[in-house]
């Protein structure tokens, strides 16, 4: 791996080969960076060399495809160490940008291109900060360099820097070239490796936006690990671990493989039955091997210590037994030894005393001698310093000379010897050295041998000059003097010469001073001498003394020892009797815990063998379950991996509970007085968060996990932040730094990558000091740093980063555990003494609990950690006699109290499972209300505000001894309080769903409900094979017949033989099928009775499909109650009086609502106006003075409105957190907000709000009932005029049957108006100002005339922007305006037939009318409003359809993926078909020669029209043939093709042909048998003539064809154009084949559908539509242009013709002409019928 070795390609055969490889590269790679646990299995090999290929190649780039975790970034580095790359990665910090990328990358291309260092440029899509970096991305992988990345005069250093390396590669040194040549280097020298994650449509719509992320690019895909791999990373792992014994290790590793693969398959369960998503990744496969490695090591060590503390404990028991019998032998004969033992310490006495006088003399001598030596030694040291100071003089002359010859070296000296006649000095100068040396022999020859020692230099520097004789000095000073030779010229003869003489003359000297100061040093040595006889005979006197001092110090010792033999034997007899008392205690206190403890250890032993299984099913538990809900980790965990370790033979306890190994007793006593809930799923919660390896994620739309975290670590100062505070990470910082709890609340989908190492505890060093990376900085990090993240969100969409980089717990609420919640407040609410005795029952039993186990911890510590004899330690024996008795007190005391406990509980339990049922029903209803989010985003509740409900319930209530009926007032107050509630909140066309869920749910619960019954009217017959047997009659819709076959299979015993008795039966089916309201009639034959309400709305649904929602409404009706689908009317009063100073309330606004108006009115009525109530329009730069109004009103007790919050829902966050910190707000305070329905509005703020939808009630009696509710009865009474309070009837009547007519879509309105409740009240003013001035001037006329106008044109009509809408109010107020509303003789009715009777009451007060509209049906029929019945057919089938596909939602889900061809084969095959049948282009220029120069009006039209025709054409082939390359690969999948592709799936027509195609609600397959029908139009037009029978709906602007039309007459009759129009007739032509002529002038059109009537071909007039056929097909029309003024029309209806049946939109477009109808009937009959003609049918 050195990187000058040259590289060989060599061909590996096979993977063992490659793979020793690698592991060597591994090694090498751990030694020198980060190590990395890597095991290199057959797909990571693969992986490994791909990417190692790829950064070898020049300019190769990598994308690798895989989800977090999969090994990605380990490959890639190892494959770029590999490689011989540098690593290069981007770290994100707090604010990082793109300027801030933008410097990282200038680092990275100046490594690249000055350092010229190989680089593998790592990006991750962790690092994509900003979409903007991928642009950068694609720039440096398409172009190599990132445009205008460096300034100028950054550039120009860089060019000065290269510009010798572009000289020397022979290119000239201009500024392009430079540049030129650096960017090459660069990108030769860049590989840049993707790693990137496959979820979602985020890495697809990066690939298309940004195109270089593929085509420069290798793609390599990082799948699943296979079965190989995850068997081959568990036996790496677990084959060293000496726990696991070889016996199971085989069953251990397939059980741990066999775990990781199922969780894949319950994720994709747990995606299909319930929209939730878990991801399973490598990285939880080996957090679950290193959890299980780690448990099990510590597991066996507890159990290890708990079993050492009891054989501890034993031990000592048993040796105290053994000790009795040999103390009592022992204890007689220590007697006798203590009276010999004193005797003989009298004898030895004696002896010292006169040894002790010996020694003193022996003392004093020593010390005399001492004095004369120490005089000695002054007088040696003055002699030896004055000889040692002459000596100084000499020396450094000396050392010179050494340091002289160290600069010589060997070559210096080979030069010299190299001489064969060397020059006399030089000579003269090595001989001396020979003499010096002693060498016998003086000639050039020695001398040259002398030098030829390698050592000779160092052995001169080493020379004991001392050993000099003076003969040796006098001969070399001798040879000196003659020489006469200076140093100077010595030094230019010869270097090593010069050197060697220097030294010669600085010896010469030292001997000359060392000669003179020789008396000196004699005289020092003979004094030397001297001192050292004086010393030896003080060592002889200190010899004797010492002599003498051992004997007596040896006596002393025997003294001692006899007298300590004894005291010992006396004390070890006291000691003996001490022992035999202690050990009589101690045998007889703790002989119960003896056997108790034995049948622990053994118990602990066999534990030990069994925690094999235990550990290996709890670190499953930790690893994976989180995510998941308490069905799913119950099936996990006992019918999954437990069955299958006990199938592998794997010790493992029985029964097996996850809480028993990894907590206890106490410690969920002590998280269930924090907060936590008792039931299991949170217990097993409480584990994951608190010993699961992975910080946790808590999933928590309750808040539970929050409150119980808070209260949890409050006193280990925990630290609150979100990700929007602008200080969270100096605050998390700080938290590191110091190891206190942080927990960040209220986490989106998105988590800040800047917190990622955190999250992986990416911590590094060792020791005291251990650090970690936060951002851009380095930070200690202490270990007891605990990270909490909680999400709001109730199911959010996680990455598979996420997943593995957090324990993603999964805290929702259970319906069990909610019921026993809510069974606590129920108690506590009524038998308060009863919940108290049971918390006190809990706690006293966990407390007696703790005190057992800490007496009996007690007991064994003591034991375990007495040293020595324990029968010795009196506080030992008292402390364990005390304990013991404690704890026999304890346990007899605890054991009463169990006992006690045990009846007490029971009892308890029994009275608390009285109140169960409504508990039940409480949980029920809330989980009813909180699966409305799944309908819609804004329908958030929180278990605290529903707590608020549950609470107001139980205190309205009516009260009642007997527990039965109590219990029945309470859950029908709680059940209907639910209702209003969830209803003040809900849409309209919700609220039914609602409380059609609510009655199902509470039939579930109750098991009155069959699964598969539900089920079917939900679903119907979902299968995509048609039933082989058909159906048997033409009325009979194809689906209906769909579901009657399926019906007979769900249900055999009633529904078996449904088919049969139909086709038997059909007279009396096909009436009741024909029935306006089948559903309040009996079925036909033996299903009249006998069915279940449920089973009757499943017949139904097989039938009439637009009768189900009124059949729904009946069975709400019948389970509950008719107030269960009568709303609550919302009343600003009511709001109030529910509101509190600390929950918001939300506005959810319905097109038109303004709550503004009424508030205000309300804080005027309450005294919050003027002053005290402040609105405030949201929008861009209002933030801060909306929080600094919120400051303001919070703390003075003010009423504050912000209207409009979602145009700045990102600010909503901010408001949340400013609501969180408002602890105290005044009493009065109350903030409302008005805010459309959107998906981003923050959970926080909906959870914790009071939400009101202001929208009308669905029904005329509802709406009506709604209007009078906000009708103050002095207002009634403003006006004495009589005529005011019918006419406020009347006007309320309208206002509901205008608001009515929407629900009928285009049949009611052409465009859907926002009539509300500021239209009526200003509409009641004016008649209560018209009417008062009438009634003042005694005028008994009422002013109709301006009345109507006023009403109908300017309030109501203003709105209205179409004229036919117009047509439509304006008859309305024709129909309710007018004298004969007063009419006695013939009453005025708004509608009546045989059932009801709409009129005006007779005059009374506001209660009245309140009565007598309560007394109004429920349910109304179109006809009502003036519509035909079939108009609420198209209503009620959308209404049940959605109410179907709303209800599925709510559903678990239970359908299986079928199995077929590829969605990429179904589409590709649709492609070929429409290609295959496209016609080709029409050749227009070969058709305009073909007309001529002058052509018809039509024929103009007729070439715009083909020329549209082809350029759809061309985009349908182009598309298609694009498409096609796409799904190969051939071509990149853009925006508008993987549109085009989804369209075909979906069988729709794509946007792309649909926006040059005419206007049409068909679907793709409908309309490409219209789009080939216009084409054989346009050939027959072109190639044979004009068709006689024009298809209009062929056209794609018909319009231009009758204005052509309408010219050529003109032209041929020389009419003005500005003064011709159309008149139609309807001919008795049914088919265009029976048309053999052209119309004598305009022209003959087919394809007109007649909607809201029907044509009568006999009387040439329309009719009434026949039931349940919606639309008809009209007779060929004929189209007559004619002059204006000419144009007489009687008995005809102005009928709209529309192209389609969405009619016109809110801006005109769809209309193409007016039709003239014959009609016998007056002409506002079709007006308010919404009759109409349309060219398309659906």
Same mark, same amino acid.
């Given at each position: ?64 495809? /895989?989800?977090?975790?999969? #090994? ?40 690249? /291109? ?138 251990? +590793? ?210 004991? +000059? ?101 005291? /010992? ?197 060792? $020791? ?48 069990? $555990? ?246 038997? #039966? ?49 069975? +709400? ?51 919050? $106006? ?329 024929? +103009? ?228 019928? $919404? ?8």
């Amino acid at each position: 791996m050195t990187p000058e070795a040259p590289r060989v390609y060599e061909d590996i055969q096979d993977y063992e080969t490659a793979k020793s490889l690698f592991d060597e590269i591994l090694v090498e790679y751990n030694d020198k960076k980060t190590p990395m646990k890597l095991v290199l299995f057959d797909d990571a090999l693969e992986h490994l060399t791909r990417i190692h290929r790829v950064v070898r190649m020049n300019q190769g780039h990598a994308l690798l495809v /895989g989800i977090g975790g999969s #090994g990605r970034q380990s490959l890639a580095r190892l494959a770029a160490f590999t490689a011989g790359c540098d690593v290069f990665e981007i770290t994100l910090s707090r604010g990082y940008g793109e300027e801030e990328f933008r410097e990282d990358l200038k680092t990275l291309y100046r490594k690249l /291109g000055i350092e010229n260092k190989k680089v593998v440029f790592l990006f991750t899509d962790g690092h994509v900060a900003q979409e903007g970096f991928l642009e950068l991305i694609n720039n440096m992988l398409t172009s190599g360099m990132v445009p205008a990345l460096f300034p100028d005069d950054e550039k120009e250093a860089i060019n000065g820097q290269v510009r010798d390396e572009v000289t020397k590669a022979g290119l000239p040194p201009t500024k392009e070239s430079c540049w030129s040549y650096f960017i090459q280097k660069c990108s030769n020298n860049l590989h840049i490796v993707l790693c990137m994650s496959p979820t979602g449509d985020t890495l697809k719509n990066r690939c298309r936006n940004f195109p270089g992320l593929v085509n420069n690019v290798s793609i390599d895909w990082f799948t699943a690990w296979p079965k190989q791999a995850l068997t081959a990373v568990a036996t790496h792992f677990l084959s060293e671990n000496e726990l696991i014994p070889d016996t199971h290790r085989d069953s251990i +590793v397939e059980h741990v493989v066999h775990v990781h693969l199922s969780v894949g398959s319950y994720s994709q369960e747990f995606l299909q039955k319930l929209r939730r998503i878990n991801h399973v990744t490598p990285k939880n496969y080996l957090d679950f091997i290193n959890a299980y490695t780690k448990l099990l090591r510590e597991k066996d060590k507890f159990v290890q210590d708990q079993c050492t503390r009891l054989s501890g404990g034993l031990t000592k028991l048993i040796e105290a037994a053994e000790q009795i019998s040999v103390m009592n032998e022992k204890l007689a004969v220590q007697k006798v030894a203590v009276t010999q033992k004193s005797e003989a310490c009298e004898v030895l006495l004696k002896d010292i005393s006169s040894k002790t006088e010996m020694g003193k003399e022996k003392q004093q001598m020593a010390q005399a001698k001492g004095v004369e030596i120490e005089e000695q030694n002054k007088v040696i040291a003055v002699e030896k310093a004055d000889a040692e100071a002459s000596l100084a003089e000499a020396l450094p002359a000396l050392e010179r000379a050494r340091l002289a010859l160290s600069d010589l070296d060997k070559q210096d000296v080979t030069e010299i010897r190299s001489f064969a006649k060397p020059p006399q000095q030089v000579q003269t100068v090595c001989e001396c050295i020979v003499i010096m040396r002693g060498y016998k022999e003086v000639n050039w020859k020695t001398a040259k041998g002398m030098m030829s020692d390698t050592n000779f230099l160092s052995a001169l520097q080493n020379m004991d +000059v001392d050993a000099i004789t003076p003969a040796q000095v006098k001969t070399v000073q001798t040879a000196m003097t003659k020489m006469e030779t200076t140093e100077e010229e010595m030094s230019k003869i010869s270097k090593a010469g010069g050197g060697l003489y220097k030294f010669v003359t600085a010896v010469l000297g030292y001997c000359h001073v060392a000669r003179e100061i020789k008396p000196k040093r004699d005289r020092v040595a003979q004094l030397e001498r001297n001192y050292q006889l004086s010393k030896r005979e003080l060592e002889k006197i200190q010899k004797d003394l010492s002599e003498i001092e051992g004997v007596l110090s040896e006596l002393n010792k025997q003294y001692e020892a006899a007298m300590a033999e004894k005291r /010992g034997l006396q004390e070890e007899a006291e000691l003996m009797e001490r022992r035999l008392t202690a050990a009589a205690k101690l045998i007889t206190g703790l002989a119960s815990e003896k056997d108790r403890w034995k049948l622990e250890l053994e118990d602990l032993k066999e534990k030990r063998v069994r925690l094999l299984g235990d550990c290996l099913l709890s670190s499953a538990f930790l690893s994976y379950v989180g995510a998941f809900s308490w069905e799913f980790r119950h099936n996990m965990l006992k019918e999954n991996w437990l069955k299958d370790i006990q199938g592998k033979k794997i010790p493992l306890s029985q029964p097996f509970r996850v809480e028993s190994l990894l907590t206890n007793d106490v410690e969920i006593s002590k998280w269930t007085s924090e907060s936590l809930p008792p039931d299991e799923l949170s217990i097993q919660n409480g584990i994951l968060t608190t010993q699961a390896s992975r910080f946790p994620l808590c999933i928590d739309p309750q808040q539970q996990a929050l409150n119980w975290i808070r209260k949890k670590e409050e006193k280990n100062n925990l630290k609150i932040s979100t990700f929007n505070s602008p200080d969270f990470l100096k605050q998390l910082e700080l938290a590191i730094k110091f190891g206190y709890p942080f927990l960040f609340k209220d986490v989106d989908e998105y988590i800040d990558p800047v917190i990622d190492t955190v999250l992986d505890r990416n911590v590094k060093g060792s $020791g005291n000091r251990l650090t970690i990376t936060l951002g851009d900085k380095e930070v200690d990090y202490d270990p007891s740093f605990r990270l909490y993240l909680n999400t709001k969100f109730s199911n959010p969409k996680y990455s598979p980063a996420i997943f593995g980089r957090t324990m993603i717990i999964n805290y929702t609420v259970t319906l069990k $555990g909610l019921e026993d919640q809510l069974l606590s407040v129920i108690v506590g609410f009524e038998r308060k003494e009863l919940e108290e005795a049971r918390e006190r029952l809990i706690q006293e039993t966990s407390e007696n609990k703790r005190l057992l186990k800490d007496l009996e911890d007690t007991l064994l510590r003591e034991l375990a950690t007495s040293t020595g004899n324990m029968l010795d330690n009196a506080d030992l024996v008292h402390t364990l006699e005390e304990t013991k008795s404690k704890a026999s007190e304890k346990c007899n005391m605890y054991l009463k109290k169990l006992k006690l406990a045990a009846v007490t509980a029971k009892e308890i339990e029994t009275s608390r499972d009285g109140y169960r049922p409504a508990a039940k029903r409480g949980a029920v209803l809330f989980f009813c209300l909180s699966d409305m989010a799944n309908i819609n985003s804004m329908y958030q509740y929180s278990l605290i505000s529903y707590l608020d409900v549950f609470n107001y319930s139980l205190k309205k209530s009516m009260p009642d001894t007997h527990l039965i009926k109590r219990l029945k007032n309470i859950i029908d107050t709680l059940t209907l309080n639910v209702y209003h509630y969830a209803c003040t909140g809900l849409f309209e066309s919700h609220k039914l769903l609602f409380s059609f869920n609510m009655a199902v749910k509470i039939q579930q619960v109750e098991s009155q409900l069959n699964r598969d019954e539900l089920d079917f009217f939900i679903k119907g017959n979902i299968s995509l094979e048609k039933n082989a047997r058909r159906k048997p009659f033409d009325w009979l819709p194809d689906q209906s017949w769909e579901d009657i076959m399926k019906l007979t299979t769900v249900l055999p015993d009633k529904f078996g033989s449904l088919a049969e008795d139909v086709e038997r #039966g059909e007279k009396a089916w096909k009436e009741w099928f024909d029935l306006d309201a089948p559903e309040s009639v009996p079925f036909p034959g033996r299903y009249a009775e006998g069915l279940s309400d449920l089973q009757q709305l499943m017949l139904l649904r097989c039938f009439r499909i637009d009768r189900v929602y009124r059949a729904i409404t009946n069975f +709400v009706t019948g389970r509950m109650g008719e107030q269960f689908v009568t709303p609550p009317v919302v009343s600003l009063e009511s709001i109030y009086d529910q509101s509190t100073n600390n929950s918001p309330i939300v506005f959810i606004l319905s097109p038109g609502s303004d709550p503004a108006g009424d508030l205000g009115k309300l804080a005027d009525a309450l005294g919050y $106006g003027g002053n005290k109530l402040k609105f405030l329009a949201m929008g861009q730069g209002q933030e801060k003075v909306a929080l600094q109004l919120l400051d303001t009103a919070a703390s003075r007790g003010h009423w504050l409105m912000l209207q409009n919050c979602h145009l700045l829902v990102r600010w909503l966050k901010d408001l949340e957190k400013s609501l969180e910190l408002l602890t105290k707000p005044h009493p009065d305070f109350r903030l409302w907000l008005t805010t459309a329905p959107t998906p981003d509005f923050p959970i926080g703020i909906l959870q914790r709000s009071l939400k009101v939808v202001t929208e009308p009630p669905n029904g005329l009696k509802l709406n009506l009932r709604n209007t009078y509710f906000k009708i103050s009865s002095s207002s009634l009474k403003d006006c004495p005029h009589l005529a005011f309070k019918p006419l406020v009837y009347t006007l309320a009547f309208f206002h509901a049957v205008v608001q009515e007519r929407r629900k009928y879509g285009k049949v009611g309105w052409n465009v859907s108006y926002d009539f509300n409740e500021s239209d009526f009240r200003v509409c009641m003013d004016i008649l209560r100002t018209y009417l008062n001035k009438s009634h003042e001037n005694a005028d008994t006329r009422i002013p109709w005339g301006s009345l109507k106008y006023l009403i109908g044109e300017v309030m109501y009509g203003g709105r209205a922007i179409d004229d036919f809408d117009r047509r439509v109010l304006k008859i309305y107020m024709d129909e309710y305006m007018g004298d004969f509303i007063f009419d006695t003789f013939q009453p005025f009715h708004f509608y009546h037939n045989a059932e009801v009777d709409y009129v005006i009451p007779p005059d009374g007060q506001r209660d009245d009318y309140l009565e007598a509209i309560d007394a109004l049906p429920l349910a109304n029929t179109p006809e009502v409003f003036g519509l035909h019945a079939n108009a609420e057919i198209g209503y009620f089938t959308t209404a049940a359809k959605e109410t179907w596909a709303q209800l599925v939602e709510l559903q678990p889900q239970t359908g299986e993926s079928g199995s077929g061809i590829s969605r990429e084969e179904f589409i590709g095959t649709i492609a070929s078909d429409i290609q295959a049948k496209l016609p080709e282009q029409f050749k227009l220029d070969v058709i305009r020669k073909k007309f001529g120069e002058v052509i018809s009006p039509t024929t +103009v039209v007729l070439l715009q029209e083909l020329e549209r025709f082809n350029t759809l054409i061309k985009r349908m082939e182009v598309s298609l043939a694009t498409l096609r390359k796409a799904l190969t690969g051939e071509v990149g999948m853009s925006v508008e093709l993987d549109e085009l592709a989804k369209s075909l799936y979906n069988g729709h027509i794509p946007s792309i042909w649909r926006a040059l195609a005419p206007a049409t609600r068909k679907l793709l397959g409908s309309w490409m048998v219209h789009f080939l029908r216009r084409n054989a139009q346009y050939s027959e037009w072109v190639n044979e003539r004009e068709p006689h029978v024009m298809w209009l709906s062929g056209l794609h602007i018909p319009e231009s064809y009758l204005t052509a039309l309408v010219q050529a007459t003109c032209r041929k009759n020389s009419w003005p154009l500005d003064r011709s129009t159309l008149y139609t007739a309807v001919t008795e032509y049914t088919s265009p084949e029976q048309v053999t002529e052209p119309a004598p002038s305009g022209c003959y059109v087919s394809g007109l559908y007649l909607e809201g009537a029907r044509w009568d071909l006999k009387n040439s007039c329309l009719q009434r539509s026949h039931p349940k056929v919606l639309i008809e097909e009209l007779p060929i029309l004929r189209i007559i242009p004619i002059e204006a003024h000419r144009l007489k029309l009687v008995n005809t209806f102005r009928t709209p013709v529309y192209t389609t049946s969405d009619r016109r939109n809110a801006m005109g477009i769809g209309l193409v002409f007016e039709a003239d109808l014959a009609t016998e009937e007056h002409i506002s009959h079709w007006v308010l019928q $919404g009759v109409c003609l349309v060219l398309n049918a659906d």
